[in-house]
């Protein structure tokens, strides 16, 4: 029995310094250090970009409105299509005008058949005129005859403007008619894209209807609000001296991504600012102009315009996965401008931000990812 407890006992022992001897050789090995991945802060001059939503625009949209009242007839042209400048787009019975207008050329007509009257009375005349006066001045005739015959030329003569002036009259309404029957042929008063017609064939219209409304899309219009801050940067940038200089020789190029995050493969350019500040959103409007070859842009589309605002001097820069506070400056690409605190050749992690604490220890390996350019 005393063999067996002394076994025992022994044994125990001999766990109890086998444990003891496992925890001090834990204790005595340090813990491996975190492995991450550090790469350097570069400095070079990159540019700073905005980035604005965009509203698109026709460059001229004409609202196609008839000159005269009247039923709509036909309407001549495919909605959505492109129409040239002066294509007949909508016609309105030209029945009544046809009859002012053939009214007008009557009374023309009349008119000018009194005229011929008129001119033949002031005629004879002259002729009577110049007939009695040696005969009045011979004491031929009495003088009384003579009188009356200058009397009638000198209303003959009267009777000739007044029919001179009915000519000029209704000649006048006869142009007018004219217009107005040429008026019933509703023109598109520019080039481009026709939208819907707002009437239907049959209703009567007057001058204060719009039919339908055509925009020219080639160049297209954007329009996108910047901050009062940025448009006082752009403008000491491009050296303002003017209300003008924002035009197309600006040397700002704009990019135009479109609601399917493509970007429009043509360059766009600034054309002019609105003439004041908006004081309740602190913004200015800005209008731009793209090329729009195959009218692909249309009026009402949304998209996000990009351009260039400024340019830093000497930027520090560091990864976008480097950044664990937003304690740092513009986004240029996947890098962040770093505005104080480093310099350059400085290494930062970039992988592994998470392992980091003050104090503990790390194995840096190079990143072996994209560089700060790409």
């Not at 495919?78 to 019975?93: A, C, P, Q, Y």
């Not at 217009?179 to 009567?204: E, K, M």
């Not at 360059?267 to 102009?289: C, K, L, P």
């Not at 351009?307 to 890098?335: C, F, H, W, Y």
Request: neutral net charge; aromatic residues 4%.
């Amino acid at each position: 029995m005393k063999r067996a407890l002394l076994c025992a006992a022994a044994a125990a022992s001999a766990m109890l310094l086998a444990s003891c001897a496992v925890e001090s050789a834990n204790v005595s090995r340090p813990p491996q250090p975190s492995v991450v991945l550090v790469t350097p802060v570069i400095q070079q001059n990159v540019p700073i970009y905005g980035d604005w939503v965009a509203t698109l625009d026709g460059y001229v949209n004409a609202n196609i409105q008839p000159q005269v009242s009247g039923y709509l007839v036909q309407q001549n042209y495919r909605e959505g299509s492109f129409v040239h400048k002066g294509d007949v787009l909508f016609e309105i019975d030209p029945r009544p005008f046809q009859a002012v207008l053939d009214q007008a050329r009557g009374q023309l007509a009349q008119a000018r058949a009194q005229l011929a009257q008129a001119e033949a009375q002031l005629g004879l005349a002259i002729i009577n005129v110049k007939r009695d006066t040696p005969l009045a001045s011979a004491r031929a005739i009495a003088q009384s005859q003579l009188d009356n015959d200058v009397q009638t030329q000198k209303q003959n003569e009267a009777q000739v403007k007044s029919a001179q002036a009915g000519i000029q009259t209704n000649e006048a309404a006869v142009e007018q008619a004219e217009l107005n029957l040429g008026f019933t042929h509703v023109r598109s008063l520019i080039d481009g894209i026709a939208g819907l017609a707002t009437t239907q064939i049959g209703n009567l219209v007057s001058q204060s209807t719009v039919l339908t409304t055509v925009s020219q899309v080639d160049p297209i219009k954007a329009y996108f609000a910047i901050s009062e801050q940025e448009y006082l940067t752009l403008a000491g940038r491009l050296g303002a001296g003017g209300p003008d200089f924002l035009r197309a020789n600006s040397g700002v190029p704009l990019h135009l991504a479109l609601a399917n995050d493509t970007v429009f493969p043509h360059e766009g350019h600034m054309v002019f600012a609105d003439r004041q500040v908006n004081s309740q959103t602190g913004t200015i409007r800005i209008a731009g102009a793209f090329p729009n070859p195959g009218n692909i842009l249309r009026p009402g589309q949304f998209g996000r315009i990009r351009a260039i605002t400024s340019m830093k001097e000497g930027a520090l820069l560091v990864p976008q996965r480097a950044v664990t506070e937003m304690q740092v400056g513009d986004r240029v690409g996947g890098n962040w401008i770093v505005n104080g605190g480093l310099q350059a050749g400085d290494r930062v992690v970039s992988e592994g931000t998470s392992k980091v604490r003050d104090g503990t220890a790390v194995t840096p390996k190079p990143d072996p990812g994209p560089q700060h350019g790409a």
